[in-house]
């Protein structure tokens, strides 16, 4: 009888540790995580990204988290403000624009929630957020730009197409190649943008509106390769030849799998590329 009573009390002790070791796992925290983002329809890249996000911060995970996805500046910061109030653990941000943001930064530093910035970083003083895991735009722009002045033939004559004024990405990859216009390298004939959705559809205006108006030009340096994609259709209905054999040298950002298939195939020259796979290394 010994014996069974002292079996019973080991399978008892087992039972107990096990029921809660179960339960503690069972009602362990989640972090609670707030993304704001741009909206996945402003590109390959940024639909990537988004997805990206979604998949490594899941419950699945060990993660609450929400995303709120918006090209507006202003609905990012009151998003923002938002999740500092729900009283998340992390902040993550990737800003439309890189300025005007120290009031939400500096409420979230109060509230004790850690911000992390990826994609693009935000103009502050960078104690400010925790950590930044940011594509270096500026770098990105110094490749196009030397790509052009070693490859255009001269006179380069440009159209610039820029993405979102005022964003980190526009303001990196613009300011190269307008350092080189002020150099006297090479000539800006015609400067749009494709709006704040980096917009296709707008970047074919901007390539119209220039062959309307009898501008010479022989490389378009598009910021994203959607803006890349609009541009070449105006130059198509225009019957104005590009790519590697053609008079006109395309540029685009990015490297969406149908920009590596158009410069394989020639008619595109050249793309720089930008990961939008972020998420594994900020959950790191």
């Keep these: 009888m010994k014996r069974l009573t002292r079996v019973g009390l080991l399978m008892l002790a087992v039972a107990f540790v096990l029921s809660t070791a179960c339960g503690f796992a069972a009602s362990k925290k989640l972090i609670k995580v707030g993304i704001v983002n741009l909206p996945p329809e402003e590109s390959g890249y940024r639909q990537a990204n988004v997805e990206d996000m979604n998949r490594v911060f899941s419950r699945e995970n060990g993660y609450d988290a929400k995303q709120t996805n918006t090209a507006d500046v202003n609905e990012q910061m009151a998003a923002a403000m938002g999740y500092i109030r729900d009283g998340v653990d992390y902040l993550l941000i990737s800003a439309a624009h890189a300025s005007g943001w120290d009031d939400v930064l500096l409420a979230a530093k109060r509230a004790g929630v850690k911000v992390i910035l990826f994609d693009r970083l935000i103009d502050t003083d960078p104690s400010n957020y925790e950590a930044a895991l940011v594509s270096d735009m500026h770098y990105e722009g110094k490749l196009a730009t030397d790509w ?23 303001i990196g990859r613009s300011a190269p190649v307008l350092q080189a216009a002020k150099e006297g390298k090479l000539n800006i004939v015609a400067d749009g943008t494709g709006g704040d959705t980096w917009s296709l559809e707008e970047a074919r205006k901007v390539v119209e509106a220039a062959i309307a108006a009898g501008k010479d030009f022989n490389v378009i340096y598009a910021q994203n390769d959607g803006m890349a994609q609009g541009a070449v259709q105006a130059l198509e209905a225009a019957g104005i030849s590009h790519g590697k054999k053609g008079k006109v040298k395309i540029i685009g950002f990015d490297f969406n799998r149908f920009a590596l298939r158009n410069v394989q195939a020639g008619y595109w020259d050249a793309d720089v590329q930008c990961n939008p796979r972020q998420a594994g290394q900020i959950d790191q």
Excluded: D, T, W
Aim: glycine share 8%; hydrophobic share 50%.
């Design 148 to 170: 052009v002045l070693k490859n255009v033939p001269k006179p380069i004559n440009l159209i610039l197409i820029r993405g979102q004024l005022g964003s980190a990405a526009e």
